[in-house]
Each structure stands twice: as structure tokens, then as C-alpha cells.
């Protein structure tokens, strides 16, 4: 993950984000797809969230 998108790991992930943040880290994670098993389990749940979309997507379902 680049610097500058770079989630901190202290911020809570339980805190709610705007929309402007959330589509930047949709976005993130759609340019930075990776498969399920090297994904770092740390990243933001909104990317987590993107990428198994995006698993479902490639599967047809």
C-alpha cells in the first residue's frame, strides 16, 4: 500500500468515514487488487470489503 494511502493502524476502524473517503479507498483497492490470500488483513474493512466484491465479480456470482 503507497504512503500516501496509507491507513494509519491507530485510527478506529469502527469510526464512521465520509463518502469521499470511502470511494478513495474503493478506488484504492480496485487499482490495487490482489487475491484473497496476500491480502494484509490489517488494511481498512472498506477495502477488505472492495476486494471481496471484486472476488465475487470474477466468480459471476
Known sequence: ???A????TEQ???TEIDAIEEM????WARKNFVESA????E???VIL??????DR????V
Not at 49 to 54: I, L, R
Not at 57 to 60: C, K, N, R, S, T
Request: charge should be negative.
Open 1 to 3: 500500500m503507497s504512503a
Open 5 to 8: 494511502l496509507f491507513v494509519e
Open 38 to 41: 496476500e491480502r494484509d488483513t
Open 49 to 54: 470489503d472492495e476486494m471481496a466484491q471484486m
Open 24 to 27: 478513495r479507498l474503493r478506488t
Open 43 to 45: 488494511w481498512h474493512p
Open 12 to 14: 478506529r476502524v469502527d
Open 57 to 60: 465479480e470474477l466468480q459471476g
